[in-house]
């Protein structure tokens, strides 16, 4: 029997997803979405996410401060952290990371702000959701420099160069495909998700982010007010389809091995 489909990382509290969300909830039960991890980015969501997680046993919470919101973050935000992962059961630390790609990034910042949640990770045994853009160096020595999590950690929708899987592998890392890597442009990427060890392979939508490309989409939402397509995480499906072909798996195949690496980095049900 198939263990369903299992999106390593989403953001299903976003608020270009609330109006839709009964619907989106709907459409994942009908596309066979077993599990989810939904990733909160900065204090102002963490409890929608908490919401989500009990009203819906099959998501796995994950709470963290996002380099992209380290401004918001006010000075009790480390002690709430801890607050909220002790009180959720099988929760994981994320979305945290590094990124020189945002404007008037401070890097310093960030990486202490990362440094800090590493830890926490280290203290609680809990898996780390890790974002990284323009920083793969410096993730890299971050990791040498602070205990890995335990439980391991996820670089979702792995851009980093080829040649550093084996490293992140070695020090407890997996690596989520995401679906916009179906775009015809990003062959490099594809071609990165082809080395990364099978036991290490995870997908992920990344939704409402990161959308597949308009000829894949079998599930659409209205675009933002900003004009921007909204990503409907039930494509996840497709994902699987298109990693499977890459990898000449079957989607069976494919299925099995995500399920068996999901449960050994988040845990079970």
Same mark, same amino acid.
Request: no cysteine; glycine share 8%; net charge negative.
């Given at each position: 029997m198939s263990p369903g489909f299992i999106d390593a990382h989403n953001h299903l509290? &976003?608020?270009?997803? +609330?109006?839709?969300?009964g619907g989106v909830l709907a459409d994942l039960k009908?596309?066979?979405?077993?599990?989810a991890v939904v990733n909160g980015t #900065?204090?102002?969501?963490? &409890? #929608? =996410?908490?919401?989500l997680a009990r009203a819906h046993p099959w998501i796995v919470p994950s709470y963290g401060l996002h380099p992209w919101f380290l401004k918001t973050r006010t000075p009790q935000w480390r002690d709430r952290l801890e607050q909220t992962l002790r009180r959720s059961p099988g929760c994981a630390i994320g979305e945290i990371g590094l990124d020189r790609w945002i404007p008037d990034f401070d890097i310093a910042d960030q990486q202490t702000v990362y440094a800090g949640q590493l830890r926490l990770a280290a203290a609680l045994e809990l898996p780390v959701t890790v974002h990284c853009l323009q920083a793969w160096g410096l993730l890299w020595d971050s990791m040498r420099d602070e205990p890995p999590p335990p439980r391991?950690?996820?670089?979702?929708?792995?851009g980093g160069p080829v040649e550093m899987i084996e490293l992140f592998a070695r020090r407890g890392g997996y690596f989520s495909f995401s679906g916009s890597f179906l775009d015809a442009? +990003? #062959?490099?990427?594809?071609?990165?998700f082809r080395q990364v060890p099978p036991e290490r392979l995870l997908v992920e939508t990344?939704?409402? #982010?990161?959308? %597949?490309?308009?000829? %894949?989409?079998?599930w659409t939402l209205p675009d933002s007010p900003e004009g921007k397509p909204v990503n409907h995480p039930a494509n996840?499906? =497709? =994902?699987?389809?298109? %990693?499977?072909?890459l990898r000449g798996w079957s989607v069976e195949t494919l299925a099995d091995q995500v399920a068996e690496n999901f449960e050994r980095l988040f845990g079970r049900k």
């Open positions: 509290q &976003d608020d270009s997803l +609330k109006p839709h969300l009908s596309a066979g979405i077993a599990r #900065a204090e102002n969501d963490w &409890d #929608a =996410v908490s919401e391991g950690f996820l670089l979702h929708a792995y442009r +990003k #062959a490099g990427r594809r071609e990165a990344d939704a409402p #982010a990161m959308p %597949l490309p308009a000829e %894949l989409r079998r996840l499906g =497709v =994902v699987y389809e298109g %990693l499977a072909r």
